[in-house]
């Protein structure tokens, strides 16, 4: 079964070392044969939340804003790539994501997090898994964490760990599970609103 996935990253640093485990999921993503869409922060600046996408008229939103708009209308699923900035997410990666509501039920999100530190980012996945939710995304359970960001990738996202690529494989498994289970569920009953 082929699935469309986005892939969603947040970083407006300069030395954006996220954009490593960004490239990874991707490069994941497309072995297991999905479509992948990236939407990058700094490719989709929206600027600073002042109208969501479904506060402009039928046809009135931005190229950009409408572009993505389609791929999450037309997605299967999610990937959320998250770094840790302050024990919660980035706001670019927050900022982007609020643009958009309606356009995410029903559709499974997964979260990838990261850090320079050993924490792997993991209380930044925790916002996030509360964030997601409000957003109409059920979260998968397992959560991919990346501690040591600077020395776990290299700069084309080719994992430097044998670890990191043993359990992307479960964690990408949990995730085609609940694409796949949502997506016949909507064929065959619809959806509750």
Known sequence: MKFKTIVFYGSYRSDRQGIKAARFMIDQLNQ???EVIFA????????????????YGKGQAPAKMEELAEHIRTADGFVVVAGE?????QPGLSNLMDHYLEEY?????????????????????????AFLSEMGMPTISS?????????????????????LTKRVGQ???????????????????????
């Open 85 to 89: 900035y302050n024990h919660s997410i």
């Open 171 to 193: 964690f990408l498994d949990e995730l085609e599970w609940y694409e796949e289970a949502l997506q016949r569920q909507k064929k065959e009953k619809g959806t509750p609103f």
């Open 32 to 34: 297991r044969n999905h």
């Open 143 to 163: 959560i991919f964490a990346i501690s040591k960001i600077g020395n776990s990738l290299d700069e084309a996202g080719t994992s430097q760990e044998t670890a």
């Open 105 to 129: 039920f029903f559709r499974p999100a997964g979260i990838v997090c990261y850090s320079s530190g050993s924490f792997g980012g993991v209380r930044a996945a925790i916002q996030l898994r």
């Open 40 to 55: 990058d922060a700094k490719e989709y600046d929206f600027g600073i939340l002042n109208r969501m996408y479904k506060e």
